[in-house]
């Protein structure tokens, strides 16, 4: 787990340790497999409806880019409800279980029996990139639960991880590493007023850089082109990955060159 805060790194590399990155290409393609035909579609964020869409500031807003993100990965048939924290900023709604681990997140899932059901930390509304990353973590997770048989070599993959790379290879993945980044000092850099210290995402910066980096090159789209809308930092980042992703792990990938085409 990326601790935000005091014990983050002060200079991160951009490119992960060779054993990082065999683990990110392994687990990516477990992730693809377990998701199936909505992991091999060419979706990519910045090349859908969604790259117009304003930073929500309620939860009616976050409620149709919710449903607007469905759409875009195959998921505009599953029931989602919002809902703010409980009686005493209680984190689990009365009868639902947690999925995965809820700590250090300003949005998580829970669910009970079929139901959905997505809680969210008001604060998260003054931070639109966390905001994001925390959706797009959320909705990959959603993808492996819905999911009917369950998969050995997912179970051993750490579940925040995991539903970092669901989000990356549904083509969430620019939202993903958008947020894995924070200032040093603990700050998203708008005085949000949102203490990251104790924020935590299942992949660093380098790590979801280099996935992305992956999932660019399994889907056919130029380092260019799926660059778009990243943030000064993130993009170096991926661009370095990108150039880093040897071509014997590219070929190792399930591809995703299902329609919709992706434009250069």
Known sequence: MLQFGERAAKAPEFVPDPETRTWLAHSLAVVVAHLGPPARKQQWVSESPLKKASPPRDLDALFELVCAAQEHIGQGDVEITLAPPGAGAAAVPPGFKVLGDPSGHLLHTFVRGSELALVVMPQVFRAPTLLLGNLARELGRIGLWIQP??????????????????????GLGVWVANGAYMFEN?????????????????????????????????????????????????????????????????????????RPALRA
């Not at 990955?241 to 590219?250: L, R, Y």
């Open 149 to 170: 048989t369950s998969s050995p070599a997912l179970a051993e993959i750490d579940g925040e991880a995991a539903a970092e790379l669901a989000a990356i290879s549904l």
């Open 186 to 258: 603990a700050c998203c850099g708008g005085g949000c007023g949102i203490d990251l210290r104790n924020m935590r995402a299942g992949l660093s910066l380098p790590e979801a850089s280099y996935a992305l980096a992956l999932d660019a090159h399994r889907k056919g789209l130029s380092r260019r082109a799926a660059a778009k809308q990243l943030e000064a930092t993130q993009e170096v980042a991926f661009k370095k990955c990108f150039e880093a992703c040897a071509s014997d792990v590219i070929a190792a990938l399930p591809p995703a060159r299902e």
